[in-house]
């Protein structure tokens, strides 16, 4: 364990102006604040933040942020509190150690809740200042270095997984290369004892066979550069066990098919000569295509900057070369800590330069849970990127697999709430296609926002996620709300009574409820019914109990149910996005033109049925469930229904020719086909058709019928 002396000798080392009595005095607050606390290895936990203090200075952090190293634990852990720490170390000292403290002690609903919380409280305080994170790195990787000593192997599992996604990514984003590696290395030992122990076997297999193969490798990489007149620094080594297990696990290929596992870094003068060098390189070795990258020209976003290309090498190897300038270098390995300047005895970070904190400031806000916004981040935290330019050649990183949708969204929200398609090198592509490093991506924008929920299935950045589902969640309740209220004026008017929302508001008490629009909404989504409202605005009107035994809906279903009254006042129902307030039920298709019922779902809004739709047998004896609907058409604004029809053709060439010709005649669009049965003659399938209304639907089925080679035709209700 390092003495007080060591550690504060190591820190003015590099910092001759550290305040030494605040290093001494964390160091001696923080060993009696623990006093007896031992880990779950047996040694003094002191011994932790000592640790973690020693790895931050490793990394030449300043006097605040060692303190901090070695106080973090201490208002968590043991009876010390925030404001005695910052009496006794400042205001500084006491927020970066508030930001690294866990909200352990919050009653959380789950261990999920907890993790979303913390993580939560973290951004919101590296955001702020990023030693909070550079703390909480160092933290993590002790705690990972000492995993091991764990009884508990669910709890270990889990603070690997929570390593591996967030914290790993994490040192990526802010380019400490070294620290991202251990933590994956030590997370995937965790997760994957038997394919890590693989690795290193093989790795241990290569290197015996392999003798002294590297030197020579980098010797001849060094003769090369110095024929061409380039002085450079030439160093190799194997590519991590994690990494090269996630490179199989990728292309899907196996470890004797991968030839790059060695790396070698060309460190030279300047950045011409970082060209010049790898002109030498490529002029010697014969380059495998598709495998160079230029981040000099353009960086990735944490500011790392190099040349990688992968050439068949000396030897005959295949060999991966990365070629950059010592302050490249620095930045590479080191990451912000390379950053980090003293100003006037202050040490301060430009934060502008990671546009991701930002990013996660704006998923932060927008998100409806913390859980919401834990599964957003982990979406940003992809480490595999991709560079596409903007037609005017801005630079947009995005994760691998990323879409045009993402894209628009990493330019704008706006601009992706409007996104209709896109063009990428000049080519209309679908929305969902994935993008390549290199594309030109163009969006094509509508007037007005309106981002399709099914967009959710396919974009992988966070940001796109968060912004679709704030726009549906947005759009939801005001479907949630219109509905909400047609249901309670359908309510004044079944007790003869003109709708005041004044004498609505009477009821909100009784509900519990602040504002009209929450009672609104309850009423849309199915928590409240209209009869529970009637019941409290008009508990006087004897004549309601009698409507409400007979029922407020039409259900005209065959010999099953007693005839009712139809109500006088159905609520309208208009071509809405299914999803939303009002869904269309799959069982029957409704569409514009049928009889139609609604069922009221607990928290889903009304589902719509045709009037003779089997399923309604299941609510017959609900009649708090049963809503009087009706169709009521924007004629300006046509919507389109899905409706299936059951069609029986011959089995010959050119019937599903005929039948599709039949439907696009008809001004149809088939949606989906599927086959139900096949023998020597027929084909019978299942057709879904995209329809304006009944009217439209069966001039569809008169013109599928009337087709050469069609036996039947008929609207399929199930």
């Known amino acids: 364990m390092m003495r007080q002396y060591e550690l504060v000798e190591k820190v003015a080392g590099y910092d001759p102006r550290v305040d030494e009595d605040l290093l001494n005095r964390a160091y001696v607050f923080s060993m009696r ?25 490793d990394y030449k952090l300043d006097g605040a942020t060692i303190a901090t190293a070695l106080l973090h634990d201490t208002v968590e852990d043991t009876l010390a509190t925030l404001p005695e ?68 192997a669910l709890r270990r599992q889990r603070i690997a997984a929570e390593t591996m996604e967030i914290y790993a990514p994490l040192a990526e984003r802010i ?22 122990a693989l690795m290193l076997k093989r790795l241990e ?6 003798g002294d193969l590297m030197p020579r490798i980098a010797a001849g990489l060094k003769r090369t550069l110095a024929e061409a007149g380039i002085e450079a620094e030439v160093s190799g080594r194997e590519k991590q066990p994690y990494s090269i297990w996630r490179k199989m696990q990728r292309r899907n290929v196996s470890f004797e098919q991968l030839s790059d596992i060695l790396a070698f870094r060309l460190v030279v003068a300047s950045q011409p000569q970082c060209y010049l060098a790898l002109g030498a390189v490529h002029a010697a070795y014969r380059m495998v295509p598709e495998r160079f990258k230029d981040y000099i020209s353009v960086p990735k976003p944490n500011h790392y900057r190099s040349l990688h290309t992968t050439v068949i090498g000396p030897e005959n190897q295949r060999i991966e070369v990365q070629i950059r300038t010592a302050e490249m270098h620095e930045v590479a390995e080191f990451g912000v800590a390379a950053h980090w300047c003293y100003t006037e005895g202050s040490e301060r970070l430009d934060l502008g330069q990671f546009a991701w904190l930002k990013e996660l400031r704006q998923l932060l806000e927008h998100a409806s849970s913390p859980e919401e916004f834990l599964e957003h981040t982990k979406l940003e935290m992809y480490q595999d990127q991709v560079f596409c330019f903007t037609p005017k050649g801005q630079v947009i990183a995005l994760p691998r697999g990323a879409t045009s949708v993402d894209f628009a969204y990493a330019l704008h929200t706006e601009i992706g709430d409007s996104c209709v398609g896109a063009k990428v090198n000049g080519r209309i592509v679908p929305l969902r296609a994935a993008l390549h490093n290199g594309d030109q991506v163009e969006i094509m924008r509508s007037r007005s926002p309106s981002p399709n929920p099914s967009w959710e299935s396919f974009v992988v950045t966070g940001r796109a996620r968060s912004a679709i589902r704030r726009f549906v969640r947005a759009r939801e309740r005001a479907e949630y709300r219109r509905l909400g209220r047609a249901i309670a004026e359908k309510s004044f ?70 005839r009712a009254k139809a109500s006088q006042h159905p609520v309208p129902i208009h071509g809405l996005v299914p999803g939303m307030a009002v869904h269309y039920a799959p069982c029957c298709h409704p569409l514009p033109g049928d009889r139609i019922v609604g069922i009221v779902l607990e928290g889903k809004g ?31 604004k046509p919507a389109a229904f899905v409706s299936r029809i059951n069609v029986l053709v011959e089995n010959a060439p050119g019937s599903l020719g005929h039948l599709s010709s039949a439907i696009a005649g008809a001004r149809g669009n088939i949606t989906n086909l599927k086959i ?35 036996h039947s035709a008929e609207r399929l209700r199930d």
């Open 33 to 57: 604040a623990h006093g007896a606390q031992t880990r779950a290895s047996g040694d003094p936990y002191f011994s932790h933040p000592l640790e973690v203090a020693g790895i931050l200075a």
């Open 85 to 152: 720490i910052e009496r006794q170390f400042g205001p500084e000292v006491a927020k970066l150690v508030d930001g690294v403290t866990k909200l352990s002690k919050l009653a959380l609903r789950s261990a999920a809740s907890r993790e979303a919380e913390n993580f939560r409280k973290l951004v919101l305080a590296m955001s702020d200042d990023i030693r909070v994170l550079l703390v909480k790195l160092a933290d993590r990787l002790h705690n990972m270095r000492t995993l091991g000593h764990l009884d508990d």
């Open 175 to 196: 380019g400490m290369h070294r620290v991202k590696e251990e933590l994956e290395d030590l997370a995937f030992t965790e997760l994957e004892p038997a394919a890590h």
């Open 205 to 210: 297999f290569l290197r015996a066979r392999a």
């Open 493 to 562: 008017r079944e007790h003869n009574q003109e709708f005041e929302e004044l004498e609505l508001a009477t009821a909100l008490p009784k509900f519990e409820l602040r504002e009209l629009d929450e009672l609104y909404e309850r009423l849309g989504e199915g928590r409240l019914t209209g009869r529970e409202l009637s019941a409290v605005l008009f508990a006087d009107d004897r004549r309601w109990g009698a409507r409400d035994a007979i029922g407020a809906i039409n259900r005209i279903l065959p010999q099953r149910f007693r």
């Open 606 to 636: 009304v589902m719509v049925h045709t009037i003779d739709c089997e399923t309604l047998a299941e609510f017959a004896a609900d009649d708090a469930r049963w809503l009087d609907v009706k169709w009521e058409m924007a004629p300006d």
């Open 676 to 710: 139900i049965e096949r023998n020597a003659d027929f084909f019978e399938m299942h057709v879904d058709i995209e329809v304006a209304d009944v009217k439209h639907l069966n001039g569809i089925v008169a013109a599928v019928r009337a087709a050469p080679q069609v």
